[in-house]
């Protein structure tokens, strides 16, 4: 049974520093990763899809990057700013299934 | 296309009464989704469609949870004989699904329903 975890539940940071975020999975087979972005009350909102076959996907101050053989995914975030305050939740798609498993996630605050 | 649309975006009901909530997908994605989420947690899978077909519903779709998607467009989710238990966000998701890469496309998610079952 897959299972997703991430680490660290909490982060505070001050503003401009450069952060990651770990997502770590027991099963490797899996057709790709994403990750999310939540606001307090507020549905998910996309921020980087990542292909079984890729290692890496960049998006403006963001960058996301897959090891399946280790099980794991990172989300980097360059110059961290307030308004990037939220949770940051990380689902994937095992093969077999067509269901995203989500981690719990991790409340990032931001201090100005 | 202003993306997935869900409504009502609040609901406060008794214990014991119906509810029912919609879906509206983005235009053409064939494969809809239902979440739960409760405070603190990761959406938890319920159920998700292809086209108008139900291809999996998890264990915690109990009997009173019922979903729909008629003509494979818009979704309902509906619980009958709510129990304080079911309070929690129900999000609904998208995605284009088929042809090459068929596995791989991207997952859009609505603003979800909170409901307080009091």
């Known amino acids: 049974k897959q299972e997703v975890t991430q680490i660290p539940a909490a982060l505070s940071v001050p503003e401009g520093e450069n952060l990651v975020l770990n997502c770590s999975f027991t099963?490797?087979?899996?057709?790709?990763l994403q990750w999310f972005r939540q606001d307090p009350g507020k549905g998910l909102t996309s921020l980087l899809l990542?292909?079984?076959?890729?290692r890496e996907q960049t998006s403006g101050r963001l960058n996301a990057s897959l090891d399946k053989s280790s099980g794991r995914s990172t989300l980097y975030i360059a110059a961290s700013q307030p308004g990037d305050s939220a949770t940051y939740l990380c689902?994937?798609?095992?093969?077999?299934?067509?269901?995203?498993?989500f981690g719990t996630g991790t409340r990032l605050k931001v201090l100005a | 296309d202003t993306g997935v649309s869900q409504d009502p975006r609040h609901k406060i009901t008794k214990r014991g009464q119906n509810v029912t909530f919609r879906c509206d997908p983005i235009?053409?994605?064939?494969?809809l989704y239902w979440y739960r989420q409760t405070l603190g947690q990761g959406p938890e899978f319920l159920t998700y469609?292809?086209?108008?077909?139900?291809?999996?519903k998890s264990r915690l779709l109990s009997d009173r949870f019922s979903a729909e998607r008629p003509k494979g467009s818009f979704s309902t989710l509906e619980i009958q004989r709510t129990e304080q238990g079911d309070s929690a966000m129900y999000l609904c998701?998208?995605?284009?699904?088929?042809?090459?890469?068929?596995?791989?496309?991207?997952?859009?998610f609505g603003q979800g329903t909170r409901l307080t079952v009091v």
């Open positions: 998701a998208s995605s284009l699904e088929g042809g090459r890469g068929a596995m791989n496309t991207e997952a859009f």
């Open positions: 099963d490797s087979a899996i057709y790709n």
């Open positions: 689902a994937l798609k095992s093969a077999g299934t067509y269901k995203y498993i």
């Open positions: 990542i292909q079984s076959s890729q």
């Open positions: 469609f292809q086209n108008e077909a139900q291809l999996e």
């Open positions: 235009s053409e994605h064939n494969r």
